[in-house]
């Protein structure tokens, strides 16, 4: 069992920058792969960017390429989504994900949830 808490969003001028935080619970953090995804109003939930469990791999929306950067610290349970150049399409809450069976880009395909925290992108 994974119990996930994210924290970090909140309401930043475009182009600017923001890194979420994804805090983990359960000593088998290390274990999975994480990914965030996004939700804006009235949308489906979608994929934003995934890691491997080593941190070895990444994966990116087209949308967020070259702007965001996943990454992970093993050693605090914590996993990381550096957002910068921001635009207002950015606006949405943003939750993070641990253990993927099937495709990674795939929302129902993962196992455990945090409850989101909102990024808000003024133009």
């Known amino acids: 069992q994974v119990q996930l808490v994210e924290s970090g969003g909140g309401l930043v001028q475009a182009g600017g920058s923001l890194r979420l935080s994804c805090a983990a619970s359960?000593?088998?953090?290390?274990?999975?792969?994480m990914g965030w995804f996004r939700q804006a109003p009235g949308k489906e939930r979608e994929f934003v960017a995934v890691?491997?469990?080593?941190?070895?791999?990444?994966y990116y929306a087209d949308s967020v390429k070259g702007r965001f950067t996943i990454s992970r610290d093993n050693a605090r349970n914590t996993v990381y989504l550096q957002m910068n150049s921001l635009k207002p399409e950015d606006t949405a809450v943003y939750y993070c994900?641990?253990?993927?069976?099937?495709?990674?880009?795939?929302?129902?395909?993962?196992?455990?949830w945090g409850q989101g925290t909102t990024v808000t992108v003024s133009s």
């Open positions: 994900a641990a253990d993927y069976s099937g495709s990674y880009h795939k929302y129902r395909d993962y196992n455990y």
């Open positions: 890691i491997s469990w080593s941190g070895s791999s990444t």
């Open positions: 359960g000593r088998t953090f290390s274990s999975y792969p």
